[in-house]
């Protein structure tokens, strides 16, 4: 996930009848995300996981709770990986064995 996808995200509204997330805080929220991402503010992902944004009355500008709740899960796990890249292990044939090339 980079700091543009993050930027360029769009969810929908909430299904008639329901309520959704207000929009302008997980707005500037998306804001920290990016920025996180591109390594200019220390939000963790912690912070990506207890967030709580106001849930709107019905009819109020906002965004599909189960949306924006999916999109956290995976930006919570983009900021994990980019803190802490898994190693690269080069693959070792098994002991006792050769690797052929060319055949």
């Known amino acids: 996930m980079t700091p543009d996808e993050v930027r360029a995200i769009a969810f929908g509204k909430p299904r008639f009848g329901r309520r959704g997330y207000n929009e302008d805080e997980v707005d500037a929220f998306l804001d920290l995300i990016a920025?996180?991402?591109?390594?200019?503010?220390?939000?963790?992902?912690?912070?990506?996981?207890?967030?709580?944004?106001?849930?709107?009355?019905?009819?109020?500008?906002?965004?599909?709770?189960?949306?924006?709740?999916?999109?956290?899960?995976?930006?919570?796990?983009?900021?994990?990986?980019?803190?802490?890249?898994?190693?690269?292990?080069?693959?070792?044939?098994p002991p006792g064995r050769r690797k052929w090339f060319g055949r």
């Open 35 to 93: 920025e996180a991402l591109a390594g200019r503010n220390i939000l963790t992902p912690d912070d990506i996981h207890y967030v709580e944004f106001t849930i709107m009355p019905i009819g109020m500008r906002s965004y599909d709770q189960a949306q924006v709740d999916l999109f956290l899960d995976e930006a919570e796990a983009a900021l994990v990986e980019l803190r802490n890249p898994r190693p690269v292990v080069e693959e070792q044939p």
